[in-house]
């Protein structure tokens, strides 16, 4: 499973959007990338998934470029809410049952 | 139930005993994960389950660490004669197998403290 690299800590004020870069440079040929949240206390939560180019759902966008070897997981108009640990994931899907966590980037989203 | 659950939310126990960990997937999820989180960390993988079988347990970390699941519903994990550094946050998670991609639903995790 390829090892992932993120920064530890991101700092944001609410209403701007937030990039978080994520580099995985031995991602295989049938590795998904995949974005999880988790806030204190609770158990993780899938935000998005992508294979390459660009995903988009209603939390959150992922911007794959063509060498696959980073991710950009975009957050629009954070709220204080989006205070969390975002932790980035690659694996195939139909193998990679077992999620390899990092230690995420802890976002602290400021008034 | 709309979520996995987990019980009990939170164990205290004293070193040397034996704890079981009780984990309620999705209904209709055939696979099954355990995860331990410790404190600041990101989390670890332990065991998964695919039905009432278990084709990989090799992130458990010692043979006092077991699992099963029943029914290809509910799982126990169990940890036998506890150690201080047993203490941590045990996550289970469950999915419906999809090709191409496996969103894990997690639960809300139990809260060891191993005294």
């Known amino acids: 499973l390829a090892k992932t690299t993120q920064p530890i800590s991101m700092d944001s004020y609410e209403g701007q959007e937030v990039n978080i870069t994520c580099s995985h440079n031995?991602?295989?040929?049938?590795?998904?990338i995949t974005w999880y949240q988790q806030f204190p206390s609770q158990g993780p939560r899938f935000i998005i998934q992508?294979?390459?180019t660009k995903v988009t759902n209603e939390v959150a966008s992922l911007f794959i470029p063509a060498d696959r070897k980073s991710s950009t997981l975009s957050l629009p108009r954070v709220s204080l809410s989006d205070t969390a640990v975002y932790y980035c994931?690659?694996?195939?899907?139909?193998?990679?049952?077992?999620?390899?966590f990092g230690s995420g980037t802890r976002l602290l989203v400021r008034p | 139930g709309a979520g996995v659950s987990q019980s009990p939310s939170n164990k205290v126990t004293e070193k040397g005993k034996d704890v079981e960990l009780r984990c309620d997937p999705i209904?209709?999820?055939?696979?099954l994960y355990w995860y331990r989180q410790s404190l600041g960390q990101g989390l670890e993988f332990l065991i998964y389950?695919?039905?009432?079988?278990?084709?990989?347990k090799s992130g458990l970390p010692s043979d006092r660490f077991s699992a099963e699941r029943t029914g290809g519903s509910v799982s126990t994990l169990t940890i036998q004669r506890t150690q201080q550094e047993d203490s941590a946050v045990y996550l289970c998670?469950?999915?419906?197998?999809?090709?191409?991609?496996?969103?894990?639903?997690f639960g809300p995790g139990t809260r060891l403290t191993v005294l």
């Open positions: 994931l690659v694996g195939d899907g139909d193998s990679s049952y077992k999620l390899i």
């Open positions: 992508g294979y390459k």
């Open positions: 998670a469950s999915s419906s197998y999809l090709q191409g991609g496996n969103e894990q639903f």
């Open positions: 209904s209709g999820h055939t696979a």
């Open positions: 031995n991602i295989a040929t049938n590795d998904y």
């Open positions: 389950f695919q039905g009432n079988s278990a084709p990989d």
